[in-house]
C-alpha cells in the first residue's frame, strides 16, 4: 500500500513538473508571438513549431538530464564548471525572471480586464496575489503543482473549443508542416524567436529544478527524468499547435469564413474575437489569464531556486522570498504601467542565457567528477547540444541590437 502512495506521489511530481516547465513557457510573450508569426506565415507556421519544438527538446533532454543525474541545480553546475560561473549564471536568471515576471504579471491584469472588464491597477494585484497564496498554504509546493496542471489543462480545454468554432484548414497546416510555402529567409527569425520563448532564461530550469527539489534524482531515476522532460515539452507543443490552428482559421480564408488582418497590438486575442466572437474573446482573456498566473508562478519558484544554494538563511525561508519576488514584480507593474522597455531588455538577457546554460551542461556532462563513474552521455544528444547552442548564441547576439531600442 505505501509502495503504491510513493509510486502516486512520485507521478504526480513528475507530470506537475513537466506542467510547471511547460507553463512556465506559455505566458504573455507566448500567445501574442504565435498570434504574431500566424498573421505573417499563415500555415507555414507549423512548420516553425515543428523544428523549434525539436530544438526545445534537445536542449530539454541535455539539460533535465545533467541537472536531475547529478542532483546538482544550473548553478552549483555551473559553479563546478567554472568557479564562479554559477553566480554570473544566477544573477542573468533572477534579473531575466524578475524583468519578465513584471510583464507577466502585466499579462494577468490583461486577463483580468479581457474576462471580467476589471480596471488595470486592480489586475496587477489580483494576478499577483493569486500566486502568492499558491506559496503561502502550508504545502505549497504541492498546491504549485495543482495549480499549473489545473490551469495548463483549462487553457489546452478552452483553445480546443475555439478551434471547435474556427473550424481552420488543418489539412493545408498539416502539408505545410512539412512542406512550407513560405521563405526559409523569413521563417528562420520565427524559429529562434519561439526556441527562446520556449526553453529561454529561468524556462530551461523550471521542471528540472522541481524533480531536484523531490529527490527525484541519480541515473536510476533517468527514464522517469527523460519522461517528465518530454510530457513537459509535449505540454508546450499541444498549446502552441492548438493556438496556432485557433488562429490559422482566421487569418486564411476557409470554407465558412473570409482571410482577416490582426490587430498587430493584440493578433491572438483578435483572432479569437473574429473567430468565435464575443465569447472568443472572453475566452482568450480566459487563457492570458491562466498563462500569466502560472507563469508569475513558475517563474518566481524557479528564479529564487537559483539562489537557494548560496545562502542558507533563502534556503531555510524559499517560500517567504518567492512571495517577495511576486510582490516586487507587482508593485513594479503597477507604477510602470507598461514593461514593453524592460520586456525587451530582458528578451535580451534570455538571448545570452540559453548559449551559456546549455553549454555549460554539455560541458558537466563529459565530466565525471559531477555526473558519476559510470554515467555515459548519448553522444547524439551532446551533438545536437552543440548545435543548438550555436544556433542559440547567434539568437544572444542578435537579440543584444534590441538593447539599442531601450535608449534610442
Known sequence: ?????????????????????????????????????????KASFGFVILISVILAAIVQLNVWRVLCVSGLRGQDVANKVLPGLGYL????????????????????ALGFNTLLGLPEMVGYFLAGGIAVVVFLIKNAMSAMDNVTKVLGGLMI?????????????????????????????????????????TVGG?????????????GITGENNLGEINKSSLMGMGIAAIVRVFLFLAILGVVVETATSAAHTLDPSNPAADAFRIGAGELGYRFFGLVLLAASITS???????????????????ADNENKFIVAFIVIST??????????????????????????????????????SIMGEDYKHPAWLLILGIVVVIASAYLGVTSLGSLGQLFA
Open 202 to 214: 529561468y524556462i530551461t530550469f523550471a521542471g528540472a529544478h522541481r524533480l531536484i527539489d523531490a
Open 89 to 108: 549564471v544566477a544573477f542573468l536568471i533572477v534579473a531575466g525572471g524578475l524583468v519578465f515576471n513584471i510583464g507577466n504579471v502585466g499579462g494577468g
Open 1 to 41: 500500500m505505501g509502495k503504491n502512495k510513493e509510486n502516486k506521489k512520485s507521478a504526480g511530481v513528475l507530470l506537475g513538473a513537466a506542467f510547471l516547465m511547460a507553463t512556465s513557457a506559455i505566458g504573455p510573450g507566448f500567445l501574442t508571438q504565435t498570434g504574431q508569426f500566424t498573421g505573417e506565415l
Open 296 to 314: 508569475i508562478i513558475g517563474c518566481a519558484y524557479t528564479s529564487i531556486s537559483f539562489l537557494k544554494t548560496f545562502s542558507k538563511k533563502i
Open 331 to 368: 508593485i513594479v507593474m503597477a507604477f510602470l504601467g507598461q514593461p514593453a522597455a524592460l520586456l525587451v531588455l530582458a528578451g535580451a538577457l534570455n538571448g545570452l542565457i540559453l548559449p551559456i546554460t546549455l553549454g555549460v551542461c554539455l560541458i558537466a556532462a563529459k565530466k565525471k
Open 157 to 197: 480545454v478552452v483553445i480546443f473549443v475555439v478551434i471547435l468554432i474556427v473550424r481552420p484548414p488543418v489539412g493545408m497546416a498539416l502539408k505545410e508542416t512539412v512542406m512550407p510555402t513560405a521563405a526559409m529567409g523569413d521563417m528562420f527569425p520565427a524559429i529562434l524567436t519561439l526556441l527562446g520563448g
